[in-house]
């Protein structure tokens, strides 16, 4: 079945530093990608998406490229804040149209 | 507009004890579905719909019933508590049954079985 591997965390950085959050997929077909995130005691929101190969989906800073190759949407940003911190979920939405499949979820703690 | 609504936002409940989780959504949103979130497994489906009168089984659907008699609700049903059940349930949506668009969440319902 489809599933997603995402790198262990908690992640913590100083404020302005470089992010990258790795996420690799198993998955027939050509599936969707996205990057949700969750902010404390909320739930998930869309952060970005990927609907088909070399695609690059952006927003807030952050970006991710549709990797067919490697299997892989890597999530980045150039410069974190601190209203950055929240945990990060990569996902996979399959061709079937009816399932997404979550990573586990990074943690990520942005210090002043 | 409200978008996902779940309730409650909190529960306790005793082993063995009946409850239903509600779930409502006012966009006219075709699929919609339930996830559980527990530390180190990440986001797990429960059931899903892809329209009013379908329903089918995720990854964890045992001890869990749903039905989706109208677009709006999908109710999620525990017919027997376990202490295995004690997790936080988040509702999603998403406004067609395609594989590109996003899914919209509920702020979820943390239950606790005792």
């Known amino acids: 079945g489809d599933s997603v591997t995402q790198m262990e965390g908690p992640v913590t950085l100083s404020e302005e530093a470089f992010l990258t959050i790795n996420c690799t997929y198993t998955?027939?077909?050509?599936?969707?990608l996205f990057w949700y995130v969750q902010y404390p005691g909320e739930g998930l929101q869309l952060l970005l998406k990927a609907t088909k190969a070399d695609d690059k989906g952006s927003n807030k800073g952050f970006e991710a490229t549709y990797r067919k190759e490697t299997t892989s949407f890597h999530l980045e940003k150039g410069s974190v804040q601190v209203s950055d911190s929240a945990v990060y979920f990569c996902a996979l939405s399959d061709q079937s149209y009816q399932k997404v499949t979550f990573g586990t979820g990074t943690k990520l703690q942005v210090i002043p | 507009n409200a978008g996902v609504t779940q309730t409650p936002k909190f529960q306790v409940l005793k082993t063995g004890q009946s409850m239903t989780l509600q779930c409502a959504q006012d966009?006219?949103?075709?699929?919609m579905s339930w996830y559980r979130q527990d530390p180190g497994m990440g986001l797990r489906l429960i059931h899903y719909s892809v329209g009013a009168g379908i329903t089918d089984q995720g990854e964890v659907p045992n001890g869990y019933n749903v039905s989706r008699s109208t677009t709006e609700d999908f109710p999620l049903r525990l017919l027997s508590a376990a202490p295995s059940q004690t997790s936080v349930y988040f509702c999603a949506s998403r406004r067609t049954v395609t594989n590109t668009g996003e899914l919209f969440f509920g702020e979820g319902s943390r239950l606790t079985v005792l």
């Open positions: 998955a027939t077909g050509y599936p969707s």
């Open positions: 966009m006219n949103h075709e699929y």
